[in-house]
């Protein structure tokens, strides 16, 4: 999070709110905010067939050039129960709006592998992000291939967990990135790498509803590809007698762009594995006189209204000036 360009990998499953996120980080890049370089996916949302090619058809219809996807994971670590989130989002994972025809993802090689080679490769000339917006399984197989990695890293800005109100999202206690591969966010924790996390507490302080339709502008190609998303995304929410929507993984990534949005404090962080608690998200308390190790930043505030505003006006490919 600095005032300069850094290079950002991302990690994702897609998903509407995970595709409006690769959209804005294409207008980042287009304005020179930062140097978006590759994506690669996992299975979450949907199976990993269906993430890569959203993945692949969001930048291609965000006009992102030549930014490569790769498949990655297509299961948990350590868990045989594989759970989707279609009726947030759609069959397709994007409300209806994917097309045939598009750029297909790169099958040669292993996402977790390219996200290694690309931290090591671009850490010689830039600081690196890794944005994850998907279960943690691919980062976790990348740390485990190359335990040098977070030390590389600039930090790892994660969207997931779930701490107090409004509680989880998958379980009463576990939101959906975390219930998916729980394992995975304990090795990444544990890894030595910055990471900052923005959880459910954050992201639902920022609802978005059918009256920022409006703020949306749609002078451009990509601003109405954008607009469609998120019609799609609010239908869907309709659909299941909700009047708003949150998208989660647009606020985490706002914050590669403007950290003082947010207000956040160390701790140290624990996950349940197995049971009732299988990806909660559990602060360990400090008994007096007891020093406690932070290994992560949790997002607990965020400007409300600077935010919405932001993700809107990126939205409508109208850039981000006056932030």
């Known amino acids: 999070m600095s005032d300069t360009p850094v290079t950002v ?25 930062v140097r978006f370089e590759a994506v690669s996916t996992v299975s979450g949302n949907l199976p990993l067939r269906y993430t890569a090619t959203n993945a692949a058809f969001v930048l291609d219809k965000s006009g992102a050039g030549d930014i490569p996807v790769y498949l990655g994971a297509d299961r948990p670590l350590s868990r ?49 992000w890794i944005l994850a917006l998907g279960p943690l399984t691919n980062l976790a197989i990348a740390f485990a291939l190359d335990p040098g990695l977070p030390d590389l890293l600039e ?9 107090g109100a409004p509680g989880g999202n998958t379980t009463p206690w576990a939101e959906f990135n975390f219930a998916v591969d729980p394992e995975a966010v304990r090795r990444v924790c544990v890894s030595g790498a910055r990471i900052f996390l923005i959880p459910l507490d954050v992201t639902h302080q920022v609802p978005f509803t059918e009256r ?29 007698g909700a009047h708003e929507m949150y998208l989660h993984d647009a606020l985490a990534a706002s914050a590669l762009i403007l950290p003082d949005l947010f207000q956040f404090h160390e701790c140290e962080m624990e ?3 197995c049971g009732d ?27 409300v209204s600077r935010a919405r505003s932001f993700l809107l006006q990126t939205w409508g490919g109208g850039g981000a000036s006056g932030f």
Not at 83 to 88: D, S
Request: glycine share 12%; net charge negative.
């Open 277 to 303: 608690l299988a990806g909660a998200s559990l602060v360990r308390s400090r008994r007096p006189g007891e020093e406690v190790r932070t290994n992560v930043s949790v997002a607990f505030g965020v400007e």
């Open 9 to 33: 990998l991302v990690d994702c499953d897609p998903g509407i709110d995970d595709a409006l996120a690769l959209f804005a980080l294409v207008q980042w890049e287009k304005e020179g905010r």
């Open 212 to 240: 920022d339709l409006q703020r949306i502008e749609t002078r451009t190609k990509s601003g109405r590809f954008a607009l469609g998303l998120f019609q799609a995304g609010l239908h869907l929410q309709q659909r299941r």
């Open 155 to 163: 930090g790892v800005l994660v969207m997931g967990g779930a701490f």
């Open 271 to 273: 996950i349940g594995l």
């Open 80 to 128: 045989t129960h594989l759970q989707f989130a279609e009726k947030i989002h759609g069959p397709d994972g994007l409300g209806g709006v994917y097309e045939e025809g598009h750029v297909d993802p790169d099958e040669t090689v292993h996402g977790a592998i390219e996200l290694a080679r690309r931290v090591r490769k671009s850490a010689e000339r830039s600081s690196v």
